[in-house]
């Protein structure tokens, strides 16, 4: 069935060094990804998003990339501050129905 | 803009016991989500709304999960009877048809099953 995976639990980076999330999904029907941020007692929200027919795409302080070829994602955050510290989940979406499916996430410790 | 209001906020319950939820989302966004998010897991939809009609439930545990939105506004999640599995935080979300975004969540309704 349809499944997002992420490569790491945790990660932890020394505060102003740049972060990368990476995310696998298996449905290459997906065409639609979202990476959201979670902390601690509240929702996910909404970071970046990007189409299946861009390879990078670019916000403040975030980039996400897709690699459609072995079905990966990443997002990367420049100069992580400690207010980054979140979990982080790559989500994506298929068939125009904007289902949005989630992956297990990934938690980001900044240290100051 | 408000963002999506959710209550209560806690809940403990025992198992067998009944309880239900309340969602109000973005003033006219159509589209509702509730989602679960079982600790430590990404969250996983149970049901979508557009407008007051129900266009996915296939995740939904019927025998003991409803979920209604009448006026194609509010929206209640209930279950009953609760089981320990259950606890979880439920999430809910909306979003406008015209938006080409993700969702915006509410805070979620912590629920502890005992």
């Known amino acids: 069935g349809e499944s997002v995976g992420l490569h790491l639990p945790t990660l932890s980076v020394q505060e102003g060094d740049n972060s990368i999330i990476n995310c696998a999904y298996s449905n290459s029907a997906s065409d639609y990804f979202i990476w959201y941020k979670q902390e601690s007692g509240k929702g996910p929200q909404f970071i970046i998003d990007?189409?299946?027919?861009?390879d990078k795409r670019q916000g403040q302080r975030v980039t996400v990339l897709l690699n459609k070829t072995v079905k990966h994602l990443s997002l990367q955050i420049a100069a992580t501050q400690p207010g980054d510290s979140a979990v982080y989940f790559c989500a994506e979406n298929s068939g125009g129905g904007f289902k949005t499916i989630f992956g297990a996430g990934t938690r980001l410790f900044v240290k100051a | 803009e408000a963002g999506v209001a959710q209550s209560p906020r806690y809940k403990i319950i025992e198992k067998r016991q009944s309880v239900a939820f309340w969602c109000n989302p973005i003033?006219?966004?159509?589209?509702l989500y509730w989602y679960q998010q079982i600790l430590g897991q990404g969250p996983k939809l149970l049901i979508q709304?557009?407008?007051?009609?129900?266009?996915?439930d296939s995740q939904l545990p019927k025998d003991r999960f409803s979920a209604e939105r009448l006026k194609g506004v509010d929206s209640t999640l209930k279950i009953q009877p609760a089981k320990l599995e259950d606890s979880a935080v439920y999430l809910c979300?909306?979003?406008?048809?015209?938006?080409?975004?993700?969702?915006?969540f509410g805070s979620g309704t912590r629920l502890t099953v005992v």
């Open positions: 003033s006219g966004h159509a589209t």
């Open positions: 990007i189409r299946s027919n861009m």
């Open positions: 709304f557009q407008n007051n009609g129900v266009v996915d």
């Open positions: 979300a909306s979003r406008s048809d015209s938006s080409n975004y993700g969702y915006t």
